[in-house]
């Protein structure tokens, strides 16, 4: 079982299996150097990037993300309004301050090594780290961010850290996949979210889970709030403009306006608002939830201000209901197929967070647990196929908008199940299994690579369908311009 800490992890932008993967790894790394040596014997480190990882790295700011690692901050905790002062020290005078203990000169030119065209066969997003001492002894390890903020070894010897709780733990209620899920409901008379809970609380006690869930609630609303007042343009070179800002201030008018509020798909439109803000804070770098994984980070908290904004009966309670809810459907996906783009494409970010935010809203919908499966089953097949192709590596376009866009689907897939019985011809596992099988066949130019998709075709401005007015500069991604 994956535990719903594991599922929604606090962190920072703008990627979970390429920021937050890689920061989570050179804690790991500095747990097994404190291991086996002194940490005040190191001379040199060398972080070594492969694949994905190479490709895309740069746009997602895996670099810093394992600088930030090595000085030894957190990605659940470091003050993200803070980073550029925490770096400056090491990019400027080549001065690291390992684990905030031990002083290392560390050249950033030298010591980060891309490798964008070797991709290890374990994962395509590995990353290695290797010191050497005064004596020229080594010692290194790779480790897989293998998305969602999650990072294993091949032989899985350092899967977990202070973020990431998985527990093997015996569970009441154990399950592998939905009809698993919907057998046990059915058997005990529970729901959804009540299976979850149970499961969760063989781990940690209620007051635990829900101390947890408020503050992720709490930490999704900040980034909805912050995203509404950032302004100017993402970082990374492609000068996208942020937007949330001036949506926001148009929705507060036109709520004044008498005319305008009749329009019957208004909350559409905010939908829209919430998850651009969340996915506009993501690209600069800010805090955001993993739900699932930091690329597809807008649409639960999006469908969850939905919730909030537009029903009567809106709760805390059910804020958790809802999260539970979702969770359950998250560890289906995770352990059937996956919630990385690097493995499978957007439909395993964009299309898990579709289907987790529409079981979880058609659970609040009061749907019976099968009409809520039915409801996670069209928020995944309707998205089977996605590619993940971000322009220039970046979490920018077509990542934003496509939050946006998948937020409005699962509030439709949510709805559209309530109008059934919960009997449906594709079960959930199916579309799962449709899912893995389709990510398998997909080209690796689609899979998190920038070097398909949009990320080639939206660069080139004599091409038909750019706009080159969204596109000045592009200069991030070492994979890039082999495109
Ligand atoms: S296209 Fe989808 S999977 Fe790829 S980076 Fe963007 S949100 Fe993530």
Redesign the pocket.
């Known amino acids: 079982m994956i535990s719903l800490f594991d599922m929604f992890k606090i962190g920072i932008g703008p990627?979970s299996s390429h920021t937050m993967g890689p920061m989570v790894a050179a804690g790991l790394f500095l747990d097994e150097v404190r291991q086996h040596h002194h940490l005040q014997h190191i001379k040199r480190i060398q972080v070594d990037l492969y694949g994905s990882l190479a490709s895309t790295g740069k746009g997602h700011a895996t670099d810093t993300a394992c600088i930030l690692g090595l000085l030894g901050f957190k990605a659940h905790s470091i003050d993200t309004n803070h980073v550029d002062d925490y770096l400056a020290p090491v990019l400027n005078d080549q001065q690291l301050l390992l684990n905030n203990e031990h002083l290392i000169r560390f050249e950033y030119d030298q010591d980060i090594v891309w490798h964008p065209q070797n991709s290890l066969p374990f994962h395509p997003n590995g990353l290695s780290f290797t010191t050497s001492d005064n004596q020229g002894n080594e010692f290194s390890q790779t480790y897989y961010s293998i998305g969602g903020g999650f990072v294993t070894t091949e032989d899985a010897s350092a899967e977990a850290d202070d973020v990431a709780i998985t527990s093997d733990s015996h569970v009441p209620y154990p399950f592998k996949n939905g009809n698993e899920l919907l057998a046990l409901c059915e058997a005990h008379q529970m729901s959804i979210s009540d299976i979850m809970l149970a499961n969760e609380m063989s781990i940690r006690d209620k007051d635990t889970i829900y101390n947890y869930l408020d503050e992720v609630w709490e930490v999704m609303q900040q980034c909805v709030k912050n995203g509404c007042k950032g302004k100017g343009v993402l970082p990374g070179g492609l000068k996208v403009k942020r937007r949330a800002k001036d949506i926001y201030q148009q929705l507060l008018d036109e709520l004044e306006s008498p005319q305008k509020v009749t329009d019957k798909l208004m909350a559409m439109d905010w939908v829209d608002l919430y998850a651009l803000a969340v996915n506009e804070e993501n690209a600069n770098g800010g805090r955001v939830v993993t739900a699932p994984?930091n690329?597809?980070a807008g649409i639960i908290p999006a469908v969850l201000h939905y919730y909030r904004d537009f029903f009567p009966n809106y709760s805390l309670q059910g804020v958790r209901e809802f999260l539970l809810t979702a969770a359950a459907i998250g560890t289906i996906i995770k352990q059937n197929a996956s919630i990385s783009?690097a493995e499978v494409?957007?439909q395993?970010?964009?299309g898990s967070a579709c289907s987790m935010a529409a079981a979880g809203l058609a659970h609040l919908l009061g749907l019976s647990p099968s009409q809520c499966t039915n409801a996670a089953e069209i928020g995944i097949e309707h998205n089977l196929g996605?590619?993940?192709?971000?322009i220039g590596g970046l979490?920018q376009i077509?990542?934003i908008e496509?939050?946006a866009m998948g937020a409005v689907k699962a509030i439709n897939a949510a709805r559209l199940a309530s109008r059934g019985d919960g009997e449906h011809h594709v079960s959930l596992d199916k579309a799962i299994a449709t899912m893995k099988a389709t990510g398998a066949d997909m080209m690796d130019k689609y899979k998190?690579t920038a070097m398909g998709g949009l990320a080639v075709h939206a660069y080139n401005p004599q091409q038909a369908g750019t706009d080159a007015s969204r596109i000045e500069v592009v200069e991030v991604g070492v994979g890039y311009p082999q495109c």
């Open positions: 990627s994984t690329g597809a783009g494409g957007c395993g970010e964009v996605l590619t993940c192709d971000p979490v077509p990542c496509r939050n998190e």
